[in-house]
């Protein structure tokens, strides 16, 4: 019984262009109670193998999260499948707006504590106890509010590339450095204004709804489906589009574009730019912002250190690797105050306040 990928990235990417065949890139989450996590793992593995999805899948006591990818011409067998089972039955599946038949080259299930890394105490508040969902029209509406403060739960890397008008867009590397920051930012307002929040396809504005609305927040409401759905109903329904940007997306393709603007700048020069690269020294691998230009004067690393290491024979690297922890101090996913292109996000909550 085979539980585990016997294929190499670059065997199953030569198997997928060999192939042909047009692959969609999906993305769905649910919170349910899971009893042996590692059977429903195994169980999932094996459907989805056969199946030929590829994709990283988070289970969990509390659920599971999934971003993946698989044949157009297994969606609706694939989509049997969640149907038979209770919890997933009917669950919203968020479609991607660009479909890359590369965007992932393996099946990852992976047993974990939680679904998304939140860092909180579930048996300390009511978790099923969520705010408001709402659509595109209702959320477009609701962001016009000048009662309403909206709220970005993604990380600085993300939002740095494309985030809705108007948004608080929290200076964070991590979903749970957010939380706490937000409702002590927020905390004269938890009466008097409408706390909006929107994510890329909703998972964690599921838990921080909840999280809120306990720590004393009376009106929360989340955007059904996050970007992802939104972006779909807007054109559905000919709706304004309120999102400035790119998305970012975790899969290969890193985003997709919502909007032709360009909001965020290279890391290196400060151009236009909105194209996140990891550094090519292994060592580093730095996940940053590069303009073209600047990629190719740089040789696709963050800086000159960097570009002399990766020019060093593979062997030579190893080496210098060896007893060595990843060295990210020239750019942060997050707090990057010596960037000179970033903005201090910081004057907005003062805003709030005053």
Request: hydrophobic content about 35%; charged content about 30%; overall charge negative.
């Amino acid at each position: 019984m085979q539980l585990y990928n016997n294929l190499s990235a670059k065997e199953r990417a030569e198997l997928i262009e060999q192939a042909g065949k047009e692959r969609l890139t999906i993305s769905f989450y649910k919170y349910a109670k899971i009893g042996n996590t590692e059977i429903f793992r195994n169980h999932m593995f094996l459907a989805w193998d056969e199946l030929e999805v590829l994709g990283r899948i988070y289970v969990a006591h509390e659920g599971i999260n999934a971003q993946l990818s698989v044949p157009a011409e297994n969606f609706e067998a694939f989509k049997k499948h969640l149907d038979t089972i209770s919890f997933l039955e009917n669950v919203r599946l968020n479609i991607a707006i660009e479909h890359d038949n590369f965007a992932f080259l393996k099946l990852k299930v992976k047993v974990r504590k939680k679904i998304v890394a939140d860092g909180l105490n579930d048996a300390t508040f009511d978790v099923t106890n969520k705010g408001v969902h709402v659509n595109a029209a209702k959320f477009n509406e609701l962001i016009e509010d000048p009662n309403t403060v909206l709220v970005d739960m993604r990380n600085h890397y993300e939002s740095e590339i494309g985030h809705f008008k108007n948004a608080i867009t929290p200076d964070v590397d991590t979903f749970r450095e957010s939380l706490d920051l937000i409702e002590e930012d927020l905390r004269e307002h938890k009466e008097d204004k409408k706390l909006v929040m929107y994510c890329t396809g909703g998972i964690r504005c599921e838990k921080a709804s909840a999280y809120y609305k306990h720590k004393g927040f009376k009106n929360v409401y989340q955007l059904e489906g996050g970007i992802i759905n939104y972006v779909r109903q807007i054109e559905a329904e000919g709706l304004e589009n309120k999102f400035i940007g790119k998305n970012f997306v975790f899969d290969q393709r890193r985003s997709e574009r919502i909007s032709d603007d360009v909001i965020a700048n290279c890391h290196q020069c400060g151009k236009p730019a909105d194209l996140h690269t990891n550094c090519a020294n292994e060592a580093c691998h730095l996940l940053f912002i590069q303009c073209d230009e600047c990629k190719e004067k740089m040789e696709n690393c963050c800086s000159t250190n960097c570009m002399e290491i990766n020019r060093l024979p593979y062997e030579e690297q190893k080496e210098l690797r060896k007893g060595q922890g990843n060295s990210n101090d020239i750019f942060k996913k997050g707090r990057a105050d010596h960037l000179p292109y970033k903005k201090d996000l910081r004057n907005i909550f003062e805003t709030l306040k005053s």
